[in-house]
């Protein structure tokens, strides 16, 4: 559906988006239980003949929910996503017609539109690109919290109305942060009940705090239709806790095995091809995690239609679970802040092939994100520090391009979800808790330790991490003794090439044949590194590495 003009939406090829239609606009809006807040902004714009970006930028700022928007006027186009950019947008302009699409691939010319080099180098590295650009020169995305305005055919502007910026201490002590965190955590699992409306409430629950807060709320607040869930190796930690915790709450709980041939079984399917071919977006690979687990409930009708699936994203990392190791600086000069920065956050986030780590690689890299935090601190003379940066970038790449893509598994399915810990006004606490609160998520643990939802936050629920199944557990006693001799690098590399195909615990790797791991040159960081080249060739049509291991996945 077209604007008479200058506009043209094409829908993903995952039902996200639905389209409202009046004499003088279009409207694609993509979100749940915002039918009402945008009936008065449908009604607004076709009685207000003067409309401009500061009037639309308004609205969208009132908005604390997930939602996706892109409207069609006689005079105007806007398009903007969510604080989270759980509902990607990407455009380009043609032949003076702007097009848009939560697909950066349904918008391509292959015969016209070049490929960006530089972005498929972080691409290959980390799983996404970065800042605004897609895999192809001429077609950006709307980075979260951003929109677009159109006018005139010609005329646009970008604009921030949401920024996620880390270093905008408030002054206050640390029980107000306290009273004020449980504050947060109160209203927003209240938030969670009311829009579920009484529909079940199915979580994915972990061994981890962020899970076991959605579930343990909504027991404190009497919320009695919740299913848990968990899935992974036989016997694996995750599942242990996760099944203590929902026996405690009284929730009914489903453990889903997945195996080296159940999974191989599973990615050779019709169903994982076709949520491959469909979720790839141009920017970021494919989230399967909780993939195999979501289609064997549905199958079993444990999962139905109407439930609504509630994540933990993104709560470890807003908490400060991904502040930097190294110590923190303070300044003005973002560059010198960036340098003491980056090696942290390279080898963090762009080592999904040793062998891609080169200088000139790495050079990209530092020149891509070097060049997107001076563009996003719109202030001058402020003062900054490395943690803010660190986490800014996080969060305008991997968090809202890889990380969000899980959402799409739900959406595949037909299935509702909500992220309440990637709330805004979550978001927006967290963004002024000081960092000696806030790191190694201080403030949080302590905080949901004294609130001890539906009795679950004492020690006998945390269960300690360790290493399934249990042949690889004592096999890994005398590797690691026999490498005492080698160095850790060199442990690790063999960890990963040698044991990681049968410890990662959704069988990730089991996409591929053992053999073709372990007869790989290249050594790779876990199963996303695989996913990458996959999704390269079903982009791209050729992947980096031009070898045979991606035909015994025949997508």
Same mark, same amino acid.
């Not at 908005?63 to 996503?81: E, Q, R, S, Y």
């Given at each position: 559906?077209?604007?008479?003009?200058?506009?043209? =939406?094409?829908?993903?090829?995952?039902?996200?988006?639905? %389209?409202?239609?009046?004499?003088?606009?279009?409207?694609?809006?993509?979100?749940?239980?915002?039918?009402?807040?945008?009936?008065?902004? /449908?009604?607004?714009?076709?009685?207000?003949?003067? /409309?401009?970006?500061?009037?639309? !930028?308004? =609205?969208?700022?009132?908005?604390?929910?997930?939602?996706?928007?892109?409207?069609?006027?006689?005079?105007?186009?806007?398009?903007?996503?969510?604080?989270? +950019?759980?509902?990607?947008?990407?455009?380009?302009?043609?032949?003076?017609?702007?097009?848009?699409?939560?697909?950066?691939?349904?918008?391509?010319?292959?015969?016209?539109?070049?490929?960006?080099?530089?972005?498929?180098?972080?691409? +290959?590295?980390?799983?996404?690109?970065?800042?605004?650009?897609?895999? &192809?020169?001429?077609?950006?995305?709307?980075?979260?919290?951003?929109?677009? =305005?159109?006018?005139?055919?010609?005329?646009?502007?970008?604009?921030?109305?949401?920024?996620?910026?880390?270093?905008?201490?408030?002054?206050?002590?640390?029980?107000?942060?306290?009273?004020? #965190?449980?504050?947060?955590?109160?209203?927003?699992?209240?938030?969670?009940?009311?829009?579920?409306?009484?529909?079940?409430? $199915? /979580?994915?629950?972990?061994?981890?705090?962020?899970?076991?807060?959605?579930?343990?709320?909504?027991?404190?607040?009497?919320?009695?239709?919740?299913?848990?869930?968990?899935?992974?190796?036989?016997?694996?930690?995750?599942?242990?806790?996760?099944?203590?915790?929902?026996?405690?709450?009284?929730?009914?709980? !489903?453990? $889903?095995?997945?195996?080296?041939?159940?999974?191989?079984?599973?990615?050779?399917?019709?169903?994982?091809?076709?949520?491959?071919?469909?979720?790839?977006?141009?920017?970021?690979?494919?989230?399967?995690?909780? #993939?195999?687990?979501?289609?064997?409930?549905?199958?079993?009708?444990?999962?139905?239609?109407?439930?609504?699936? /509630?994540?933990?994203?993104?709560?470890?990392?807003?908490?400060?679970?991904?502040?930097? !190791?190294?110590?923190?600086?303070?300044?003005?000069?973002?560059?010198?802040?960036?340098?003491?920065?980056?090696?942290?956050?390279?080898?963090?986030?762009? *080592?999904?092939?040793?062998?891609?780590?080169?200088?000139?690689? @790495?050079?990209?890299?530092?020149?891509?994100?070097?060049?997107?935090?001076?563009? *996003?601190?719109?202030?001058?003379?402020?003062?900054?520090?490395?943690?803010?940066?660190?986490?800014?970038?996080?969060?305008?790449? +991997?968090?809202?391009?890889?990380?969000?893509?899980?959402?799409?598994?739900?959406?595949?399915?037909?299935?509702? &979800?909500?992220?309440?810990?990637?709330?805004?006004?979550?978001?927006?606490?967290?963004?002024?808790?000081?960092?000696? =609160?806030?790191?190694?998520? @201080?403030?949080?643990?302590?905080?949901?330790?004294?609130?001890?939802?539906?009795?679950?936050?004492?020690?006998?629920?945390?269960?300690?991490?360790?290493?399934?199944?249990?042949?690889?557990?004592?096999?890994?006693?005398?590797?690691?003794?026999?490498?005492?001799?080698?160095?850790?690098?060199?442990?690790?590399?063999?960890?990963? !090439?040698?044991?990681?195909?049968?410890?990662?615990?959704?069988?990730?790797?089991?996409?591929?044949?053992?053999?073709?791991?372990?007869?790989?040159?290249?050594?790779? +960081?876990?199963?996303?590194?695989?996913?990458?080249?996959?999704?390269?060739?079903? %982009?791209?049509?050729?992947? &980096?590495?031009?070898?045979?291991?991606?035909?015994? #996945?025949?997508?």
């Amino acid at each position: 559906m077209e604007n008479i003009y200058y506009g043209k =939406f094409i829908p993903g090829n995952i039902e996200q988006w639905r %389209m409202y239609e009046n004499e003088d606009n279009i409207i694609w809006l993509a979100g749940d239980n915002l039918d009402k807040k945008f009936n008065h902004f /449908i009604k607004y714009i076709s009685k207000n003949k003067v /409309i401009n970006n500061n009037i639309l !930028k308004k =609205f969208i700022q009132d908005i604390d929910d997930h939602f996706g928007l892109l409207c069609f006027n006689k005079n105007w186009i806007f398009a903007c996503v969510d604080f989270t +950019r759980s509902y990607p947008l990407f455009w380009k302009k043609i032949e003076g017609k702007f097009l848009f699409s939560p697909q950066a691939i349904n918008i391509l010319d292959k015969n016209k539109d070049l490929i960006d080099e530089d972005q498929l180098i972080a691409f +290959r590295m980390s799983g996404y690109t970065i800042d605004k650009g897609s895999l &192809w020169k001429n077609i950006r995305g709307l980075n979260a919290g951003e929109f677009i =305005f159109i006018e005139n055919e010609k005329d646009y502007i970008i604009q921030n109305y949401f920024s996620y910026r880390p270093w905008k201490y408030v002054n206050k002590s640390y029980s107000e942060f306290k009273i004020q #965190l449980k504050y947060e955590i109160n209203k927003i699992i209240k938030d969670t009940i009311s829009k579920a409306n009484g529909r079940t409430i $199915v /979580i994915p629950l972990s061994a981890g705090l962020d899970s076991r807060l959605i579930a343990s709320g909504l027991k404190h607040f009497n919320y009695t239709d919740v299913k848990c869930f968990t899935y992974g190796l036989k016997d694996n930690y995750e599942s242990k806790a996760s099944k203590i915790i929902a026996n405690k709450l009284g929730y009914e709980w !489903k453990f $889903v095995e997945i195996n080296q041939k159940k999974a191989k079984n599973f990615y050779l399917s019709l169903n994982y091809k076709n949520f491959m071919n469909n979720s790839q977006d141009g920017c970021a690979t494919s989230t399967i995690q909780g #993939l195999y687990a979501i289609n064997n409930l549905l199958k079993n009708n444990y999962i139905n239609i109407d439930d609504v699936v /509630i994540n933990g994203n993104s709560g470890d990392f807003i908490s400060g679970g991904h502040i930097p !190791k190294k110590n923190i600086l303070k300044g003005k000069n973002i560059t010198l802040l960036f340098d003491e920065v980056f090696e942290e956050h390279f080898e963090k986030h762009y *080592s999904l092939w040793q062998n891609l780590k080169n200088k000139k690689n @790495k050079n990209i890299i530092k020149r891509l994100l070097l060049n997107q935090i001076q563009n *996003s601190i719109e202030e001058n003379g402020i003062y900054l520090n490395t943690h803010g940066i660190a986490e800014t970038l996080e969060y305008q790449n +991997r968090q809202t391009k890889y990380v969000i893509n899980a959402q799409r598994i739900y959406e595949f399915y037909n299935l509702k &979800w909500q992220l309440p810990l990637w709330n805004k006004s979550f978001i927006k606490f967290w963004e002024n808790v000081p960092i000696d =609160f806030k790191k190694n998520q @201080k403030l949080y643990k302590d905080a949901l330790l004294e609130l001890n939802m539906g009795g679950v936050w004492n020690e006998e629920y945390n269960v300690k991490n360790y290493v399934s199944p249990k042949w690889v557990r004592v096999l890994r006693v005398f590797l690691k003794a026999y490498f005492l001799f080698y160095g850790k690098n060199k442990w690790h590399n063999f960890e990963k !090439k040698y044991l990681e195909y049968w410890t990662d615990n959704i069988c990730g790797q089991s996409m591929l044949p053992y053999k073709n791991i372990i007869k790989s040159k290249n050594i790779s +960081r876990h199963y996303v590194s695989w996913l990458t080249i996959f999704s390269e060739d079903l %982009m791209l049509n050729s992947n &980096w590495q031009h070898q045979d291991n991606y035909k015994d #996945l025949e997508i």
